[in-house]
């Protein structure tokens, strides 16, 4: 039998003063950001903020300060401009841009790139790979889905949880969740990688999946509150989660395997999205062993009255 | 044991079920995701097979009297969808969105821009006559005679044509391009039929302006100016100077109608063909490894025990694939990397049922016991574990669209999956084993 973390004695009680330094940080970056975005600053995908994509294939690299003179002298000031390879190593073929606002009407953009990069780059063959074109009433229809989604998602996730255990557990899973999610969204907004519909995608299912983790460490807190009723709070809590930790370890670990597999071989259109989850998924394990537990003790300070034995449905 | 029989018929029949609607087309074999084959089992998205997504608004603006917004949508929808399939694109999608917005799809369409021109056109055709004693040169100063209207054709030529509206393109029965029209007899032009109605309008108009010029108007944009020399009834010409191609789609459009509103694109998102088939290949293969990957680290950490997960895992992808190709839905990246998240979660369940039993057995329980007692015990944890996932698909499958609802429609479906085939299907693998006689020590 192969066994990691096997016959653990980790104090995560104790230890949860740390956790808690290292948590205000990533859910503060994260509330931040949220103020920012809200504000319109950092980076935010056309899916929000409305503009366009275009993705050009050329067939050599081109130098990007060239790139940069004919938008600009087209008229498409500002705009960003990454370039890509197909693999790593690989020269950098691949162009995309992303446009915040132009003169085009919508409909007519891949027609003006056509046009730009012709006269801009005689001689030079390429392929439009793919045009987003983003208009500002559906941006902000995108936004608000996504607002909507994102309240719905955590108030079910919320509900279900109260409804399989009782209160402060529901609470305190509900909290971990949401500091994932804000954590993820503060080292996003840090790293200056885009806002689009599909981060909001990776957060919902990293709500649901996050509490994957929380849930196995809760029923074995609940199994053994029944079990060892003349123990504290402090010591079943700490040893509940020693027990588990090779099963969340292990679980957490598929899914990061895939999730890597996606981010280093999954393609350009979905790297911040596997990227997310990557994150995502670690950060989830961590805040199952070091902030989800650790609530129901400073619930049980707070509120200082001896724990009932909850009852499984 | 009785039951297990009956189990595993099912869990055999789906296994079959599913490679066989995967694969096979009425009993034919077919490559699952081949794009270019209109017989591909499985559904591409446009993300995956290349294509256009156009949004569209009706301009409330310009909306006609008289005539309702619902109506004038559903009429507009109408006159599109004619418009594709003249187009002949396989598989589009037209349909209402909301109240003023139309969704136009085009998988697999070439040219975007040539089939965006086609659609997103009014094509309002119009019969006036030329005021023939108006003063042009004045009315490009600014001063339109009363009921006159002042056009321009393609090379900017200036014509005063009273306001009245004499005939639309709804006479029209039909319309076709034609050559040998024109005094040359070799001018590119589009021949029309009138509708029976359509023609006694024109037999009065043509018959009483004998002499006049009658200009044709497409769009507020004057195609031409013919003079009237006799009586015309059923059938007319229209000539101008338009190269073939242009006189294809003008009577493609007159065919289908005109859209009672003009519309504006408000969105618009064209995928190339290379793109798609390399967003296959790439997820594909980061699938690949992630599952051999994840194969690899159950069997190792595992032993018999993970290789039992193993099966699992991989015959909740294949149900998957086949659950998707039976109902049809579309797989699009982030529906592919759905799939290959499934991959991840679905072991999640085995992973926490072998620990337990792990632990059962730690505690000196057979191994029969520690078996059962693992997989009752771990039971509501895999459910909790598997409604969370769940619930947020569904959330993302209410308010996604596109690309994303792929993306809740695989993880969800993957999910569901997986709860029959992590803990069903492996436990009976398992039941079967034990069933064989005492087993005194597992490969766990």
């Known amino acids: 039998m192969i066994q990691i973390l096997n016959n653990t004695k980790i104090n995560f009680v104790g230890l949860r003063f740390i956790a808690y330094i290292i948590s205000s940080l990533l859910v503060f970056g994260g509330l931040f950001a949220i103020v920012q975005l809200a504000q319109g600053h950092g980076n935010v995908g056309i899916d929000f903020a409305g503009g366009s994509v275009v993705s050009l294939k050329f067939e050599k690299e081109l130098p990007v300060e060239k790139v940069r003179e004919v938008l600009d002298k087209n008229g498409f000031k500002d705009t960003g401009i990454q370039q890509i390879s197909d693999k790593p190593g690989d020269p950098k073929t691949k162009i995309l841009l992303r446009i915040k606002a132009s003169n085009v009407k919508i409909g007519g953009l891949k027609e003006a790139m056509t046009k730009v990069f012709t006269e801009g780059f005689p001689g030079e063959k390429f392929d439009i790979d793919r045009v987003e074109d983003m208009g500002p009433i559906v941006s902000s229809k995108l936004k608000g889905q996504a607002f909507w989604a994102v309240f719905f998602a955590i108030l079910s996730i919320m509900v279900y949880i109260w409804f399989r255990f009782e209160f402060r557990f529901g609470l305190a899973a509900a909290v971990a969740t949401l500091h994932d999610v804000l954590a993820v969204i503060g080292i996003f907004y840090f790293m200056d990688k885009e806002f689009t519909l599909l981060l909001v995608t990776a957060l919902l299912t990293l709500a649901g999946y996050s509490l994957t983790d929380t849930v196995v460490v809760f029923d074995r807190i609940r199994e053994n509150l029944k079990l060892r009723v003349k123990d504290n709070l402090d010591t079943i809590i700490n040893s509940s989660v020693n027990e588990v930790l090779s099963r969340t370890f292990m679980t957490s670990l598929t899914v990061l395997i895939v999730v890597a597999a996606l981010f280093f071989y999954g393609g350009e259109v979905i790297h911040d999205f596997s990227f997310a989850l990557m994150i995502g998924v670690v950060i989830g394990t961590y805040s199952s062993w070091f902030v989800a537990s650790p609530i129901l003790i400073e619930w049980e300070h707070a509120t200082a009255r001896k724990v009932v034995v909850p009852v499984k449905k | ?444």
């Open chain 2, 1 to 444: 044991m009785h039951r297990n029989r009956w189990v595993m018929g099912i869990i055999f029949l789906v296994f079959f079920g599913s490679l066989y609607s995967i694969f096979f087309d009425s009993g034919e074999f077919v490559k699952p995701f081949d794009a270019g084959n209109p017989k591909k089992r499985i559904k591409l998205g446009l993300d995956l097979q290349g294509g256009m997504n156009l949004l569209m608004e009706v301009d409330e603006s310009q909306l006609p009297k008289g005539l309702a917004l619902t109506e004038a949508v559903d009429r507009a929808v109408e006159v599109v969808r004619n418009r594709v399939d003249q187009i002949g694109v396989s598989e589009p999608l037209i349909q209402k969105e909301g109240t003023k917005w139309i969704v136009v799809q085009l998988p697999g369409v070439k040219d975007s821009e040539e089939a965006k021109k086609m659609i997103g056109q009014t094509a309002l055709l119009e019969f006036k006559l030329v005021d023939e004693t108006g003063d042009v040169e004045k009315a490009i100063e600014g001063t339109v005679p009363k009921g006159d209207i002042l056009l321009y054709d393609k090379e900017s030529k200036p014509y005063l044509l009273k306001e009245q509206q004499l005939m639309t393109g709804a006479a029209l029965a039909n319309a076709k391009m034609a050559l040998g029209g024109g005094s040359f007899g070799s001018e590119i032009s589009v021949d029309f039929s009138l509708t029976d109605e359509g023609s006694k309008i024109f037999a009065k108009l043509t018959g009483s302006n004998i002499g006049k010029r009658l200009a044709i108007i497409l769009d507020n944009r004057v195609i031409s100016a013919p003079t009237i020399n006799s009586k015309i009834s059923r059938r007319g010409q229209i000539t101008g100077s338009f190269d073939d191609k242009e006189a294809k789609n003008l009577a493609l459009l007159l065919r289908s109608g005109s859209l009672p509103v003009p519309m504006n694109i408000i969105s618009e998102n064209v995928v190339g063909p290379s793109l798609g088939a390399d967003s296959i290949k790439k997820g594909l293969y980061s699938g690949l490894i992630g599952l051999l990957a994840v194969l690899i680290i159950m069997a190792v950490y595992y032993k018999v025990s993970g290789i039992i997960a193993d099966i699992g895992l991989l015959c909740n992808i294949l149900y998957l694939m086949g659950g998707m190709t039976l109902i049809g839905a579309t797989l699009t990246m982030p529906g592919i990397a759905g799939i290959i998240l499934t991959i991840g979660m679905s072991v999640d369940s085995n992973v926490l049922i072998l620990e337990r039993i792990r632990e059962e057995l730690r505690t000196g329980k057979t191994v029969r016991s520690a078996v059962d007692a693992g997989y009752n015990r771990a039971f509501w944890t895999v459910i909790d574990s598997h409604v969370t996932t769940l619930i947020t698909a569904l959330i993302l499958f209410i308010f996604g669209t596109g690309p994303i609802k792929g993306f809740a429609v695989t993880l969800s479906m993957g999910c569901a999956i997986s709860l029959f085939t992590a803990v069903v299907v492996t436990k009976v693998i398992f039941d079967w084993r034990l069933s064989r006689g005492e087993v005194d020590r597992l490969s766990i």
